[in-house]
């Protein structure tokens, strides 16, 4: 594990970059603030970069309640390294690359984690797989699962022969045509634009198409506090996938966001939920 600085001298904000050597790839990653660990998990085609780009997120007041937070980029996006190998960007397989790089960074302790999309499928799995190793989650924008996931792995299908055959400036053109939810209209870097090379564009997508959320007898298991932010109005991250969850996960909270305002109080809702020991509060969306 190895950091490089990509911030000046004069850009104390801005944490360092740094890297670990994770199960055949490199995963870059920022660590900022002290506390109990927090890990950040983005979404298909994002990264760090590009979600700070849209100004979807913003998860500065975890870090200001106290809390370590580390974001990476997950394997073949961003800044991260990865091969031109379907099976290497499902979602399980993406939950062994986080585990391995909490290995490093927190040894045997629990963490917390926060998930957008693939990032909450992320966790998931790894929760399932690994029980113990995460204290709390906060999931963000559950992606299709189950019943809705095969149209949903189908246009990933397409899109990465799509890739494949007129390049990736075109699927980025196509998504940033599609219908914006209404949650999104007063965000104007949405959709964020994808950060992924050429290269492993359609081994990303394909392995996506090639994943699901775990068996429900499996989430069942999960027995620790979660709190579940979907937004309305996405058939891509359906709500009905977070209602189900919320069913499955004993104690698990839901809120909806309908507006703007309710998506920009995410990162005040996960700070309160990660350290208060309370709920998220009330007045934030709907259940």
Known sequence: MSGTSTAGPGAPSHPAESHAHVRGAELAYTDAGAGPLTVYAHGLTQSRASEAASGLFDWAPVVAAGRRLVRY?????????GDPVPAQYTYSQLAEDL???????????????IGSSMGTATLLHAAVAAPGRFDRLVLTA???AWATRPAQADLYRRGAD????????LFAELAAGAPVPPVFADVPGYPPAPDVSEKLFPSVLRGAADSDLPAEQALATIDIPVLILPWAGDPGHPVSTAERLAALIDGAQLQVAETGAQLASWGALAADFLGSGRGAGRGAGSA
């Open 73 to 81: 980029d997950a394997r073949g996006h961003g800044r991260s390294t």
């Open 162 to 169: 799509l890739v494949e055959t007129r390049g990736p400036a």
């Open 142 to 144: 559950p992606p299709t």
């Open 99 to 113: 585990l391995a790089l909490l290995d490093q960074l927190a040894g045997p302790a629990p963490v917390a984690g």
